[in-house]
């Protein structure tokens, strides 16, 4: 579907936008186009008129010393522009990259410090992903649109030069080439669109493609695709779209062809025309063979002149829609406050609040959380245990300060944390979430979160208490093994147990004074998790803790357990309240013991 959104920034303001760019990161950039568009312009010029000067000093009986200098002279001309042209053109390069770098790089500075709410929401994701695309590659606006500017400066210059050495002509004749250049230019490029208003299309079967090689490929498919011999049926799925994807291009090239035709027919028309100007010229008025040959390649590169004009123009407003989208997503509104704000406080001992909590996913007309007045006082341990789907990871995010509230207030001592910076605020957790979000770098590295600022003895010690010591220590480089094999081979393979016990090493690092827990050992076996609750308050000594579990059992170690049911707080106490008080904790605590008793749950996950 065509969609014609106006673009936020003008195509003069984009301009500008890249000009200061370049400006403030490498002024090169903007000396090497001015040259290049002299050197281009100099080489035309000289290529109109070395065989004209040549065809004249013929005419004229020049003697042979004179013939073969202006010859030489003009070579030698031209050998020193195409040269100059062809170094300063491989040198400059590394200019546009650097300015295209500094775009992308701002990109993903914006992409890794936006909003949390922004990182789902969907507008801002296809800005994100348009923006990307702009800056992606060599042949993206971000640094292509050196090279539409400096055409269209050149095709600009040489357009005026040329009409003034044709002001002999008459306006007719120049008024013909215009418009002939112009329609082949119009016509061609609404057959060309064909694509673009395709393109949907066109992407459609490509994704389907792409996707199947993806999914061909991916580790987390490997098995499924074995044990249930998938490869024939992933190998039709991406035949069928191949076929749909070479019908496409096959009518597109049909269509095509038709801009070759209006090309043929147009020129055949304005040389026809030119030609016979030109001979009448040269019957009646005695028009001497060099001019004649001067203002016949004057008329044919005028065209290309016109049309280089428009399609420079063209390209260049395409591409300041890319531009205008990389400035759009740079400008993305934040919600949070992330300049200035009150400082937090540093006494050490936070107690978190809740205050009159409801919420909702943006887009959802669903309230996830209701109405909620919690408070978790400094140094303790609180557990938040409920069905899936009841609210609990809900209620960490508004912690943490992911999402704001759309009515009460999440307060740290007593003030709302809209007030504090929100990067500040977030110093003070550590936590682990339910997604593995480890890389490919060392353990320790994962660990300490840090390429340089490694305490070794802590990283040492954060892993013994998350229980990974002995399999660090089986490890031929200890914590300097990589994670993962996407980009080291030599990395190491964790299963989701030894997974989540590193995150835990990396909360337990970050010593945050608020430790979040989000199911920190579904995935470990119930000896393990044993072992992780034995240490637990160990590892939250000082600090105030939110533990979240849909395993009942799993959080009687805590001082409080919250009992969450459709985002509201409808048990609360500890383990020995609630079971006395014989509600619905309880009874789930009751099904849970029969369930394990009878070994119903298996855990850990092999890659
Ligand atoms: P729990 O952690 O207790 O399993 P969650 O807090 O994850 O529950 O989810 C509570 C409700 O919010 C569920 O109905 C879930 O579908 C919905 N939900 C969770 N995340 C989102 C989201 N990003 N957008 C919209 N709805 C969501």
Not at 497 to 511: F, I, V
Request: aromatic letters at 10%; a neutral charge; one cysteine or more.
């Amino acid at each position: 579907m065509k969609t014609k959104k106006k673009p936020k920034y003008s195509l003069g303001s984009c301009v500008s936008f890249m000009v200061k760019t370049a400006w403030n990161r490498e002024k090169r950039v903007l000396w090497v186009c001015m040259a290049l568009i002299g050197l281009q312009l100099s080489q035309s010029l000289v290529q109109l008129y070395v065989t004209p000067m040549v065809l004249r000093r013929v005419e004229n009986h020049a003697p042979l010393g004179e013939l073969l200098l202006t010859i030489g002279g003009f070579s030698l001309l031209l050998f020193v522009l195409t040269a100059l042209n062809t170094y300063i053109e491989k040198r400059a390069i590394y200019g546009r990259v650097s300015v295209r770098s500094s775009l992308v790089n701002a990109v993903n500075v914006k992409s890794c410090t936006t909003a949390y709410p922004n990182t789902r929401d969907a507008q801002a994701l296809k800005l994100q992903q348009a923006a990307m695309n702009a800056c992606g590659s060599n042949s993206e606006p971000a640094e292509h649109i050196w090279m539409t500017l400096m055409g269209l400066v050149t095709n600009l210059v040489g357009f005026v030069i040329y009409l003034v050495l044709l002001s002999a002509l008459p306006p007719l004749l120049i008024g013909v080439v215009v418009l002939t250049s112009a329609i082949g230019f119009l016509v061609s490029k609404r057959i060309n669109q064909w694509e673009y208003r395709h393109k949907d299309q066109r992407d459609q079967y490509l994704e389907e493609m792409l996707y199947i090689q993806r999914k061909s490929r991916s580790i987390e498919l490997a098995k499924d695709i074995r044990i249930f011999g998938l490869k024939p049926w992933l190998t039709a799925v991406y035949d069928s779209s191949s076929r749909l994807y070479e019908a496409f291009i096959t009518k597109r090239e049909r269509i095509y062809i038709w801009t070759n035709v209006v090309d043929v027919v147009l020129s055949l028309a304005r040389n026809g025309i030119a030609y016979v100007y030109l001979i009448l010229m040269t019957l009646e008025n005695g028009l001497p063979a060099s001019e004649f040959l001067l203002y016949f390649t004057a008329l044919s590169g005028f065209t290309a002149w016109v049309t280089g004009i428009l399609t420079e123009f063209s390209t260049l407003y395409q591409e300041g829609l890319g531009i205008s989208q990389v400035r759009e997503y740079l400008d993305l509104p934040e919600p949070f406050q992330f300049e200035g704000g009150k400082p937090i406080p540093q006494s050490g001992s936070y107690t978190l609040s809740l205050d009159g909590v409801s919420f909702k996913y943006p887009g959802s007309e669903q309230y996830v959380v209701r109405d909620l007045y919690l408070t978790i006082h400094p140094g303790e341990n609180l557990a938040v245990v409920g069905l899936n789907g009841a609210g609990k990871t809900t209620l960490v995010r508004l912690l943490c300060g992911f999402y704001d509230p759309d009515e009460g207030r999440v307060l740290l001592n007593g003030q709302d944390i809209r007030e504090f910076n929100r990067r500040e605020y977030y110093k003070l957790f550590s936590a682990v979430f339910q997604e593995y979000s480890l890389l490919d770098v060392s353990m320790e590295e994962n660990v300490a979160q840090s390429v340089t600022e490694i305490d070794r003895g802590r990283v040492e010690q954060c892993l013994e208490q998350a229980g990974l010591r002995e399999l660090v220590y089986s490890l031929p480089q200890g914590t300097k093994t990589h994670v993962g094999r996407e980009v080291y081979l030599d990395g190491v393979l964790l299963s989701g147990g030894e997974t989540q016990r590193l995150m835990l090493a990396r909360a337990l690092y970050k010593d945050g004074g608020i430790l979040i827990l989000d199911e920190p050992t579904a995935a470990l076996d119930p000896i393990a998790e044993n072992d992780i609750y034995l240490k637990y308050n160990e590892m939250t000594a000082g600090k105030t803790s939110v533990f979240i579990s849909h395993r009942l059992a799993s959080t009687r170690f805590c001082d409080r357990i919250i009992f969450l049911e459709n985002g509201s707080i409808i048990e609360e106490g500890t383990h020995e309240e609630l079971m006395k008080l014989g509600g619905a904790y309880a009874k789930l605590f009751a099904v849970q013991a029969r369930y394990y008793q009878e070994g119903g749950e298996t855990h850990g996950e092999e890659n």
